[in-house]
């Protein structure tokens, strides 16, 4: 039986992560289409050969991912959407300790959102200005607060607003798909904390936001490069710190 805590050599791999996957995989050997009701968590558990706690852990990673929806007193179901970066093969999806990995998904967040950010600089409308200093404005309350969940539904909401006043469907779309990729490392490894970055991240949001209020597309972009390398190193310090002590 899985207990949940088995390794694998040269990596720190949860019973959970393990579990996800033989999931992922479960859906796609048995036919299971989207908006398909899945095996109740016992006789995931059950089939799988592990507890039901772990198989638990395990649906609200493929949750926060957008594999599989929960439904309250109706069981599980496979996800409508997979999104534009969905894929069948997760080796390496559920490693929280794999800063190479997150590195590249930072990486990509990088082209994706300077880009995005110059754009921005030169096509968004007074409303979508609105809507972007709300959004940094909204951080700042949760930084204020100490409220975690504010701040993410906040930096969120600003991230995306930046993706919406390019003006390009396409990097909404990309830009949405990586930050829920990446809020899967968090919830196994930064669920529940602000990070030592915040004060810092404000300021470079207010940056982000002047350079594009400007119509300054260079210093957007730069911008947003400095932001996401800083949010990278406070990620790599926090993940080292928890994992590792």
Not at 72 to 80: C, E, F, H, Q, S
Not at 125 to 130: I, R
Request: net charge negative.
């Amino acid at each position: 039986m899985d207990d949940g805590t088995a390794t694998a050599p040269g990596a720190y791999r949860p019973g959970y992560e393990r579990v996800a996957e033989q999931i992922l995989e479960l859906i796609a050997h048995t036919g299971l289409r989207p908006g398909d009701r899945m095996p109740t968590e016992n006789e995931l558990a059950a089939q799988l050969g592990t507890g039901r706690t772990v198989v638990r852990e395990a649906v609200k990673i493929l949750s926060a991912l957008g594999r599989v929806r929960a439904q309250k007193g109706r069981g599980l179901y496979v996800a409508d959407d997979e999104g534009m970066l969905g894929t069948t093969s997760w080796e390496g999806f559920f490693l929280p300790t794999d800063l190479d990995h997150v590195y590249m998904l930072f990486e990509f967040r990088r082209v994706q959102e300077s880009a995005a950010s110059a754009l921005a600089a030169t096509r968004a409308t007074p409303p979508e200005l609105q809507a972007i200093e709300a959004a940094a404005e909204m951080c700042r309350e949760g930084h204020a607060a100490g409220d975690a969940d504010l701040w993410t539904q906040g930096d969120d909401r600003f991230h995306l607003s930046i993706a919406a006043a390019a003006h390009n469907p396409f990097l909404v779309s990309a830009v949405r798909e990586a930050r829920r990729l990446l809020k899967q490392s968090s919830t196994i490894g930064l669920q529940g904390t602000l990070g030592g970055h915040v004060e810092g991240a404000l300021e470079e949001h207010a940056a982000i936001l002047q350079a594009i209020r400007s119509g300054d597309a260079e210093a957007a972009a730069h911008a947003a490069t400095v932001h996401l390398d800083n949010t990278l190193e406070d990620y790599r310090r926090e993940i080292q710190r928890r994992v590792f002590g």
